[in-house]
T-cell receptor, first 115, second 116 residues
């Protein structure tokens, strides 16, 4: 069964520093997609970044990058130069080709950026 | 930009009522999804649909049904609301993924439903 694990319920980071949010996944499928979403306190889910299982390079989107280690089945999100507006809940998720476009989510990490 | 609109941000209903949550997307996406979100449990898939009049059960379909009569609209129905269905409900839509699961889901703002 597919499973996404986020082991950090909460994280603190100082403004302007980098932070890494951990995510591991469990699958035997060779083809899959990994996603990170941000959920501010207002509730909407915002798509941040995508990594395909066959992608050779780590995905980057502005201040977000994904540290993809396929052999370890990990897909950690790195946020550089943290800003106060980055304070939110962050979810790791995955789509398996065998899952028919279904997205499975981890339980999330609450990030708090401090001055 | 993709726009997914949920009919209500907040909703209060009574046990036993039939409750309808509506979701509309404006990007001609084939796939639509309903999730519920509870603290410590993340998002759990209730139902999804790949096409008009098609529906498939997700991980927690009990107590819910869905309707997709038009491509842009996906409705979640609580047949007889119970207090354990108090939750945040999120609707999402996406294009069909290729073999590499590469299409992100785009979410609405959510409906906070309270069943009294």
């Amino acid at each position: 069964a597919q499973k996404i694990t986020q082991t950090q319920p909460g994280m603190f980071v100082q403004e302007k520093e980098a932070v890494t949010l951990d995510c591991t996944y469990d699958t035997s499928d060779p083809s899959y997609g990994l996603f990170w979403y941000k959920q501010p306190s207002s509730g909407e889910m915002i798509f941040l970044i995508y990594q395909g299982s066959y992608d050779q390079q780590n995905a980057t989107e502005g201040r977000y990058s994904l540290n993809f280690q396929k052999a370890r089945k990990s897909a950690n999100l790195v946020i550089s130069a943290s800003q106060l507006g980055d304070s939110a809940m962050y979810f790791c998720a995955a789509i398996l080709t065998g899952g028919g476009n279904k997205l499975t989510f981890g339980t999330g990490t609450q990030l708090k950026v401090e001055l | 930009d993709v726009k997914v609109t949920q009919s209500s941000r907040y909703l209060v209903k009574r046990t036993g009522e039939k409750v309808f949550l509506e979701c509309v997307q404006d990007m001609d996406h084939e796939n639509m999804f309903w999730y519920r979100q509870d603290p410590g449990l993340g998002l759990r898939l209730i139902y999804f649909s790949y096409d008009v009049k098609m529906k498939e059960k997700g991980d927690i379909p009990e107590g819910y049904s869905v309707s997709r009569e038009k491509k842009e609209r996906f409705s979640l129905i609580l047949e007889s609301a119970s207090t354990n269905q108090t939750s945040m409900y999120l609707c999402a839509s996406s294009l069909v993924s290729s073999g590499f699961g590469n299409q992100p889901q785009h979410f609405g703002d959510g409906t906070r439903l309270s069943i009294l």
